[in-house]
């Protein structure tokens, strides 16, 4: 993942993403019309092959109930891929954006490095054991809660 222009890092939790997925009432005005799917196609591609297309991104952001680590952690990346996608593709939104050259000071991600090497380091560890794993789902929610992510 190519570090780009940083910005104001305003990322959203999976429920605001799962909420405006599943087109609830409130959410719509974020990324309206054909906004949403763009950013959902590019969170696949930014994904680097986590997820097979839009659909299964989709399928995974949604999950719910008992769900191994990996599962819970598919769930996270997919989250913090789509508010980097936001931000690519709608870096003057209000809402919901996150880009690669934003830091983190200290958080489940480690310290002092950006949101662009942890993401790549989350998507290395999410196909690895469960330890890993659990490191790359922690990294992705303390990422999309903003702890710790500044501009």
């Keep these: 993942m190519p570090l780009t222009a940083t910005g104001e890092a305003l990322p959203c939790a999976i429920g ?3 909420n405006r997925a599943a087109g609830k ?3 719509l ?4 019309n054909g906004d949403f799917d763009s950013v959902v196609t590019a969170a696949v591609v930014l994904a680097g092959g986590l ?8 399928a995974n952001l949604g ?12 769930q996270q990346i997919a989250a913090t891929c789509l ?3 936001a931000g690519d593709l709608f870096p003057d939104n209000t809402k919901c954006k996150l880009f690669e050259g934003n830091s983190i000071i200290s958080n489940g991600c480690g310290d002092n490095l950006s949101i662009g090497d942890a993401v790549n380091q989350a998507l290395v560890d999410i196909m690895s054991d469960a330890s890993a794993q659990h ?17």
Excluded: H
């Design 83 to 85: 508010n980097l996608a």
């Design 51 to 58: 997820f097979a297309d839009e659909a299964d991104l989709l």
């Design 135 to 151: 490191e790359a789902q922690e990294c992705s929610d303390d990422i999309n809660n903003g702890i710790s992510v500044i501009d």
């Design 16 to 18: 605001l993403w799962k």
């Design 25 to 27: 009432n409130g959410t």
């Design 29 to 32: 005005l974020w990324f309206p």
């Design 63 to 74: 999950s719910k109930g008992k769900r191994t680590i990996g599962e819970r952690g598919k």
